[in-house]
């Protein structure tokens, strides 16, 4: 089994920061596993943010969140950090880290079904 817990989420006023972490434990060989970032706002649907394949060189993000949010990972510590800047109140969500076990793919999918196992999820608030 596959563990994925996010944290780092809290109250931020419109314009700062945020590092969210994700940590993996359990069964997998994590510097082989494409990792993603989505998010869920009340009332809407989980949207893609970010995603990273296995060597970190191919890094895809939304187009709501270029420019203003960096994904990254670290294979030897079994983490992938987002960081946000500039943050919006759109960007108010739940934050759920998403791995990609089962299927090995040459980059990151931006798809919600591709991927095998999700945290729990951290809230981020940015108010206005």
């Known amino acids: 089994q596959v563990q994925l817990v996010e944290s780092g989420g809290g109250l931020v006023q419109a314009g700062g920061s945020l590092r969210l972490s994700c940590a993996a434990s359990?069964?997998?060989?994590?510097?082989?596993?494409?990792m993603g970032w989505f998010r869920q706002a009340p009332g809407k649907e989980r949207e893609f943010v970010a995603a990273i394949n296995w060597s970190g060189v191919t890094i895809y993000y939304a187009d709501s969140v270029k420019g203003r949010f960096t994904l990254s990972r670290d294979n030897a510590k079994n983490t992938v950090d987002l960081q946000m800047n500039n943050l919006k109140p759109e960007d108010t969500a739940v934050y759920y880290c998403?791995?990609?076990?089962?299927?090995?793919?040459?980059?990151?999918?931006?798809?919600?079904?591709?991927?095998?196992?999700w945290g729990q999820g951290t809230q981020v608030t940015v108010s206005s």
């Open positions: 998403a791995a990609d076990i089962a299927t090995i793919r040459p980059v990151a999918s931006r798809k919600a079904n591709d991927y095998d196992y």
């Open positions: 359990g069964r997998t060989f994590f510097s082989r596993n494409n």
